[in-house]
């Protein structure tokens, strides 16, 4: 059964034969997810016939070690659960290659093996590196790519990378990367993943705006008061992830890529086709649009930072940001960001986009609302009670991929009193089936050469230059806004709250 919202999306050309490379191959990100995803299309029949896949890692294990680890862990993950009858065909596709990232020589033997698969495949020399290793080896591993030739692709095939996030850790570093990369791939064989774009409900909202006469005629400044964009997150720093958060925070581990990236796609015009180019200029836009908060003052009274205090969840004692192991005591990193943003365009003039994340929260949950203005209530005002609240249309990205549309109806009974009700749309009952995990998507996409879902280098370092004046105001003014305190498993602190009461709003209740 095919999926009926892929089918009326894009069509989408068919993807070719190829050999992923995996830099990074040890990693949990390859055992958990990339290994994970090509097995479930494998099960859905949608991998292409001859796809092979090298871990390349620095490692020393055998092409059997390599297997048995990914089988492992694919018993356990796969979305589809994990047949012996089709591992088994899938497994032997899958081999090891040991090498320094840095070590030429591991290059030119990587290339050799390539060329034997080649000929053992018939001559198809189509190429697909993910580059999936910590981001310090990125460079690295794209020279070493481009001096031992594998960059070019053979006459009539071609050669892809996939470079996996953060992709820099500000505009600077940014735009080093994207130099590196463009001297090594040509800008439309470069795949920037944000795996947040991959999952099905965030390439709906294209399809729910443009799709749907109801909606796009409402979907600016005169019928829209506000949009709230929440990512919330149950975990701390468990499993150490404490010694990379502490670094990156809140604000460059998920506002620069995956929440920006929502909020293009809420923001954007309709483009003109569904073209890679033509998606993205759209958002480029929105994100250039964005109204700049480059002084300390701008960012205090538009962006709040907070990490949590010790507290409880689901009844268990948590301890607070600085307690948490790998985490320097004295961090003034933020595990928590509420954002006010404006975007200066004539659709979203006075409409403010509210963008909150933080760890240590009640629930794991992101969700996109958008929030209507009132409809006039002259009929309904002498009512006890008024009328509740106002129509809120909901796009939930996970865990619970769905739809929903508030709206106020009359209760059953004799007397006229208003109550506000749900329309609601769950892909996994609507369709008959859970939707394919992001990766599986972008993968796909990139052997089919499409970039549609993938950053443009304009895009990252918009997205940068906007990021860079926060940390700014943070760490070099001498003036910085102060570190809000919450209490863990609490919903944030009381300052962001304060933030959208300025406006008149409140945080939709999760």
Request: some cysteine; proline content about 5%; hydrophobic content about 35%.
């Given at each position: 059964?095919?999926?009926?919202f892929r089918e009326d999306?894009?069509?989408?050309?068919q993807p070719?034969?190829c050999t992923v490379?995996?830099?990074?191959?040890t990693?949990?990100?390859?055992?958990?997810?990339l290994?994970?995803?090509?097995?479930?299309l494998?099960?859905?029949?949608?991998l292409?016939?001859?796809v092979?896949?090298?871990?390349f890692?620095?490692?020393e294990?055998?092409?059997?070690?390599?297997r048995?680890?990914?089988?492992e862990l694919?018993?356990?993950?796969?979305r589809?659960?994990?047949?012996?009858?089709?591992?088994?065909?899938f497994?032997?596709n899958?081999h090891y290659?040991?090498?320094?990232?840095?070590?030429?020589d591991g290059?030119?033997?990587l290339?050799e093996?390539?060329d034997?698969i080649?000929r053992?495949?018939?001559?198809?020399?189509n190429?697909?590196f993910?580059?999936?290793s910590?981001?310090?080896?990125?460079d690295?591993i794209?020279?070493?790519?481009?001096n031992?030739?594998?960059?070019?692709?053979a006459e009539g095939c071609w050669a892809?990378?996939?470079?996996?996030k953060?992709?820099g850790t500000?505009?600077a570093?940014?735009?080093?990367l994207n130099?590196v990369?463009?001297?090594?791939?040509?800008e439309?064989?470069?795949?920037?993943?944000d795996?947040?774009?991959?999952k099905?409900?965030a390439?709906?909202?294209?399809?729910l705006r443009?799709a749907?006469?109801?909606?796009e005629?409402l979907?600016?400044?005169?019928f829209?008061?506000?949009?709230?964009?929440t990512?919330?997150?149950?975990?701390?720093?468990e499993?150490?992830?404490?010694g990379?958060?502490?670094?990156?925070?809140?604000?460059r581990d998920m506002?620069?890529?995956?929440l920006l990236q929502l909020l293009?796609?809420?923001?954007?015009?309709p483009?003109?086709?569904?073209?890679?180019?033509?998606?993205?200029d759209?958002k480029?836009?929105?994100?250039?649009?964005l109204?700049?908060?480059d002084?300390?003052e701008k960012?205090?009274a538009?962006?709040?930072?907070a990490?949590?205090?010790a507290?409880h969840?689901?009844?268990?004692p948590?301890?607070?940001?600085r307690?948490e192991?790998?985490?320097?005591?004295?961090s003034?990193t933020?595990?928590y960001?509420a954002?006010?943003?404006?975007?200066d365009t004539?659709?979203w003039?006075?409409?403010?986009?509210?963008?909150?994340?933080?760890?240590?929260?009640?629930?794991?949950?992101t969700?996109?609302?958008?929030?209507f203005?009132?409809?006039?209530?002259?009929?309904?005002n002498?009512l006890p009670?008024?009328?509740?609240?106002?129509?809120v249309?909901?796009?939930?990205i996970?865990?619970?991929?769905?739809i929903s549309l508030?709206m106020v109806?009359k209760?059953?009974?004799?007397?006229?009193?208003?109550?506000?009700v749900k329309?609601?749309?769950?892909?996994?009952t609507?369709f008959?089936k859970?939707?394919?995990?992001?990766?599986?998507?972008?993968l796909?996409?990139?052997?089919?050469g499409?970039?549609t879902?993938f950053?443009?280098?304009?895009e990252?370092e918009?997205?940068?230059k906007?990021?860079?004046?926060?940390?700014n105001a943070?760490h070099k003014s001498?003036?910085?806004p102060?570190?809000?305190?919450?209490?863990?498993?609490s919903?944030?602190?009381?300052?962001a709250?304060?933030?959208?009461?300025?406006?008149?709003?409140?945080?939709?209740r999760l």
């Amino acid at each position: 059964m095919t999926n009926p919202f892929r089918e009326d999306l894009v069509s989408r050309s068919q993807p070719e034969p190829c050999t992923v490379v995996i830099f990074g191959a040890t990693g949990d990100l390859t055992h958990r997810k990339l290994v994970p995803a090509l097995y479930n299309l494998a099960v859905d029949g949608e991998l292409p016939t001859g796809v092979k896949i090298i871990g390349f890692a620095r490692r020393e294990k055998s092409d059997a070690e390599f297997r048995t680890g990914l089988e492992e862990l694919n018993r356990k993950v796969s979305r589809s659960g994990h047949d012996d009858k089709i591992w088994a065909p899938f497994a032997e596709n899958i081999h090891y290659h040991t090498s320094e990232f840095t070590d030429a020589d591991g290059y030119k033997r990587l290339a050799e093996r390539l060329d034997a698969i080649d000929r053992e495949r018939g001559g198809k020399g189509n190429r697909l590196f993910y580059i999936a290793s910590a981001p310090e080896f990125f460079d690295d591993i794209l020279i070493s790519l481009k001096n031992a030739g594998l960059n070019q692709a053979a006459e009539g095939c071609w050669a892809r990378v996939i470079v996996e996030k953060p992709f820099g850790t500000d505009l600077a570093t940014a735009k080093h990367l994207n130099q590196v990369v463009n001297e090594t791939f040509h800008e439309s064989d470069t795949y920037r993943i944000d795996h947040y774009l991959g999952k099905e409900t965030a390439q709906n909202i294209m399809v729910l705006r443009f799709a749907n006469s109801i909606f796009e005629p409402l979907w600016n400044s005169r019928f829209i008061s506000h949009v709230q964009i929440t990512c919330a997150e149950n975990l701390g720093m468990e499993g150490g992830r404490g010694g990379y958060y502490d670094k990156a925070g809140a604000l460059r581990d998920m506002v620069q890529n995956h929440l920006l990236q929502l909020l293009s796609l809420v923001a954007m015009e309709p483009p003109t086709d569904l073209s890679a180019d033509g998606v993205r200029d759209e958002k480029v836009k929105v994100i250039r649009s964005l109204r700049q908060w480059d002084t300390p003052e701008k960012v205090a009274a538009n962006v709040i930072r907070a990490q949590y205090l010790a507290g409880h969840i689901d009844g268990t004692p948590v301890p607070g940001y600085r307690e948490e192991d790998r985490v320097d005591p004295e961090s003034m990193t933020e595990a928590y960001i509420a954002l006010r943003l404006k975007i200066d365009t004539w659709r979203w003039s006075g409409v403010p986009f509210y963008i909150r994340m933080g760890k240590r929260l009640p629930k794991k949950t992101t969700e996109i609302s958008v929030h209507f203005k009132d409809a006039p209530c002259v009929l309904f005002n002498a009512l006890p009670g008024g009328v509740p609240g106002g129509n809120v249309l909901v796009i939930r990205i996970q865990p619970d991929e769905g739809i929903s549309l508030r709206m106020v109806s009359k209760l059953p009974g004799t007397s006229l009193r208003l109550e506000p009700v749900k329309m609601d749309f769950h892909y996994a009952t609507s369709f008959g089936k859970g939707s394919p995990e992001a990766y599986e998507r972008l993968l796909l996409d990139c052997m089919a050469g499409d970039a549609t879902l993938f950053a443009r280098r304009d895009e990252v370092e918009e997205a940068w230059k906007f990021i860079d004046n926060i940390e700014n105001a943070w760490h070099k003014s001498t003036t910085p806004p102060p570190m809000a305190t919450f209490t863990a498993g609490s919903w944030g602190p009381k300052e962001a709250d304060n933030l959208l009461q300025e406006d008149g709003f409140s945080w939709r209740r999760l």
